[in-house]
């Protein structure tokens, strides 16, 4: 498991054809950064936890009719650099946007790397950003109950788990 710090970018992210905000980025912050990261932090015995920045709303020319999550990123890294955002800081990449239909899941996440990126489609839950970001952290699905399971890490107690 990665441990320490995680310089966490979220980028909320709309679409041309459809430029709703579904979140404040308020909620996003509070989601992600308190939330989750006390998930993160609990679970991995106060080894591991999220720091970072919510940035946008940004609109971007992919249409919300496509599941395309590297043009997705590509065009949300690119709208944030152009603000003037420098993302060289950030080891982890979440997008957060309003649901499109085309993209069958509810989160998206690539599994390790540096940078990590995950996808969060039109339902934002500390449930999602967590599993999500946990397959970030090299964590393989169902990895966090074997690890319960197995290792006995301590389940995280109902306050670090409530969704927003």
Known sequence: MTLGAQPTAVLLVN????????????????TVFTSTSDYDREVSYQ????????????TIALS?????TGTLATQARSAATSAGVDLSTYRR???????IAACSWA?????????????????????IVAHEMGHNLGLL????????????????SS??????
């Open 141 to 156: 699905p169902l990895a966090r109950a074997r690890l319960h399971a197995v290792v006995g890490v301590a389940r995280p």
């Open 107 to 127: 989160g998206l996440g690539t599994v390790g790397g540096n940078p990590s990126h995950a996808w969060i489609n039109g339902i934002l839950n500390m449930t």
């Open 159 to 164: 306050t670090a788990t409530s969704s927003t």
């Open 64 to 68: 919300s009719t496509v599941c395309d």
């Open 15 to 30: 679409f041309q054809d459809n430029p709703s905000q579904p979140f404040t980025p308020s909620t996003v912050r509070s």
């Open 47 to 58: 080894r591991t936890w999220l720091e970072g920045d919510v940035l946008g709303w940004y």
């Open 93 to 99: 990449f979440v997008y957060v946007f309003p649901r």
